[in-house]
């Protein structure tokens, strides 16, 4: 986490996945998928739809998803007009990018995203009641009721 907050020489758009990963457990396949759409900003905190409710997204995350929404990077040609509708756009114009890249790119900077995402969600169980973890991360009370109990949590109960 310390490598994706504090070197700059980590692409933008490597450095704000890696933390949803590691903040969020969010799956390179929900992180490909989310939209410019999807951030939520008045300009004082930013939050991000991941599940039923936003999610406030801390410092310095918030400041790279505003770069993000505000510059768009990607391979693609820009065949329509204005920035792309993903965040993290694809290869291919009009795509978001596709989750097996974002996970090779992942890997390079040495982060497993199963494991990681795991132990992240490990993590959240741990710290958040069932209620609030499968509103916050759009999973099924039951799963989050599972990862409770996995993790030792009370709240499973």
Not at 8 to 18: E, K, L, M
Not at 33 to 38: H, K, L, M, T, Y
Request: aromatic residues 6%.
């Amino acid at each position: 986490m310390h490598r994706l907050v504090k070197e700059p020489d980590v692409a933008v758009r490597d450095r704000t996945a890696g933390l949803l990963l590691l903040l969020f457990a969010q799956p390179p396949s929900r992180i490909c998928a989310v939209s410019r759409d999807d951030v939520l900003d008045d300009g004082t905190t930013p939050r991000l739809r991941l599940g039923a409710h936003p999610a406030e997204i801390p410092p310095p995350l918030d400041g790279m998803l505003r770069e993000l929404v505000r510059y768009p990077g990607g391979k693609a040609p820009r065949l329509e007009p204005g920035p792309s509708r993903w965040l993290f756009p694809g290869s291919r114009a009009g795509r978001p990018m596709e989750p097996v890249s974002l996970s090779r790119g992942l890997k390079a900077l040495g982060i497993r995203p199963r494991p990681t995402r795991n132990a992240s969600l490990m993590d959240l169980a741990v710290e958040l009641p069932a209620f609030v973890f499968s509103r916050l991360l759009a999973f099924c009370e039951q799963t989050a009721a599972n990862w409770m109990a996995e993790s030792g949590g009370d709240e499973a109960r």
